[in-house]
């Protein structure tokens, strides 16, 4: 199969990679100009290249790069905590949502879990966020426009305590400081055999959803944490690095089972 080269237009998100503490998202936009301290780049010399390419800095080099859900991580803004692309990653394999599903979602934070979803669920999918703060869906609306990716997802202000208004979703993801508070809504929106994933920072809230998750009608759960550490990599001298993400949270997860239906 042959691939189709399509080149970068007016409106279409770039990551700028320069070097591993250098790399920018940006939307391109006629008359703008990315400054940083190695050079700046003028965002009409963009228009026409293809992703993969170079081009010339005052100091160096810039490559133009395909976004990914990776790049949100170390380019857009966070007011809030976020989930981690290890934890992100592992929530999607374990929920196993796939393109075209509905996936709900609270809250929302800065959106990075939110973004993630939309951009695994495809162009069909969709992903709707509830969150009780509308300053952070704001900010989590253009974060996901930085990536196009608005169309996809749904943005709800609502307690998700209170009830979710969609019914047969595929999967229910919280982080929220009480999930075990929105169990049993969880539960009803969820199609049968749905999964519901659970992220919380400490151990303490991880025994009361739990328990929550069986008393309503969950079975298959896990409560598991992922650590993550990256190398350095330099001749004669690979090693671990002395900083990385180690502890971010824990993910609980289960699925739901129809009550009542045993022979």
Request: proline share 5%; no cysteine.
């Amino acid at each position: 199969m042959r691939f189709i080269h399509v080149p970068i237009q007016e409106g279409d998100p770039v990551t700028i990679w320069i070097d591993n503490k250098r790399a920018f998202l940006i939307k391109v936009k006629k008359g703008k100009r990315l400054d940083t301290d190695k050079g700046y780049i003028i965002h009409d010399q963009l228009i026409g290249k293809e992703y993969g390419e170079i081009i010339k800095i005052a100091k160096g080099e810039a490559y133009l790069l395909k976004p990914t859900p990776m790049d949100i991580y170390t380019t857009l803004p966070r007011p809030s905590q976020v989930v981690y692309p290890k934890d992100a990653s592992y929530i999607i394999y374990a929920s196993g949502v796939q393109p075209g599903d509905t996936v709900v979602e609270a809250g929302t934070g800065s959106g990075f879990l939110t973004i993630t979803l939309a951009y695994f669920l495809g162009p069909n999918g969709k992903v709707i966020s509830y969150d009780v703060r509308e300053d952070m869906q704001n900010k989590a609306k253009q974060n996901a426009l930085m990536l196009n990716l608005l169309d996809r997802i749904e943005f709800k202000i609502k307690d998700i305590r209170q009830g979710i208004d969609e019914k047969d979703v595929s999967a229910v993801i919280l982080d929220m400081p009480d999930p075990w508070n929105a169990v049993s809504k969880a539960y009803e929106a969820l199609k049968p055999s749905g999964s519901l994933i659970v992220f919380v920072p400490t151990v303490n809230q991880i025994e009361k959803t739990v328990l929550q998750m069986r008393n309503e009608g969950f079975i298959d759960i896990h409560a598991e944490e992922l650590i993550l550490r990256e190398y350095q990599v330099k001749e004669n001298a690979v090693r671990p690095k002395n900083i990385g993400v180690m502890h971010t949270g824990y993910l609980i997860r289960g699925r739901k089972y129809i009550k009542g239906t045993s022979l």
